[in-house]
Nanobody, 115 residues
Framework: QVQLVESGGGLVQPGGSLRLSCRASRNIASFNILGWYRQSPGKERELVATIPLSGSRNYADSVQDRFTIFRDHAKNTVDLQMNSLKPEDTAVYYC?????????WGQGTQVTVSS
């Protein structure tokens, strides 16, 4: 079992920045894929960014060049740096971890982009 706890959400003005962090309950060094997803009211949950144990990061087209995903094995965290935020980025953001024995989700953190 893996517990994931997100933090860092909040209210920000358009053009602003936020950094989300997700802490895992155990060592993430062997986690196959870590990622961030988001869900807006009335919409399906969608991929934002993923980072595998090895290989290239993957981003949704809508966040390419604005968001960056990091994994820190020393802290057991996966962070999402979000810059140039837009109102359409408003959503609940969820952390996801894929390990050898399953896929795990955090409880989500709200991000609201509004003036």
């Amino acid at each position: 079992q893996v517990q994931l706890v997100e933090s860092g959400g909040g209210l920000v003005q358009p053009g602003g920045s936020l950094r989300l962090s997700c802490r895992a309950s155990r060592n993430i060094a062997s986690f196959n894929i870590l990622g961030w997803y988001r869900q807006s009211p009335g919409k399906e949950r969608e991929l934002v960014a993923t980072i595998p144990l090895s290989g290239s990061r993957n981003y949704a087209d809508s966040v390419q060049d604005r968001f960056t995903i990091f994994r820190d094995h020393a802290k057991n965290t996966v962070d999402l740096q979000m810059n140039s935020l837009k109102p359409e980025d408003t959503a609940v953001y969820y952390c996801n971890a894929v390990t050898w024995n399953g896929s795990y989700w955090g409880q989500g953190t709200q991000v609201t982009v509004s003036s």
